[in-house]
């Protein structure tokens, strides 16, 4: 099965980029991430963590 897959990406001009285009999305993601963590208010987080557990904010799926 993958020598057909390996054979027909062997034909295609240029094809070795897509590789390291995917490997720089994915590092340029995880990296923004990273930082946005770390730079995030620490009252936001403490905020939205406990977003689950109000009980003040009436919800409209009730029976």
Do not use: C, R
Request: proline fraction near 3%; hydrophobic fraction near 50%.
């Amino acid at each position: 099965m993958l020598k057909f897959v390996k054979q027909n990406l062997e034909q295609i001009d240029g094809v070795e980029v897509y590789p390291i285009i995917s490997l720089l999305i994915f590092f340029i993601f995880f990296a923004a991430l990273f930082w946005w963590v770390f730079t995030a208010k620490k009252q936001h987080i403490k905020e939205v963590s406990n977003l689950p557990l109000d009980d003040s904010i009436s919800n409209n799926n009730t029976l």
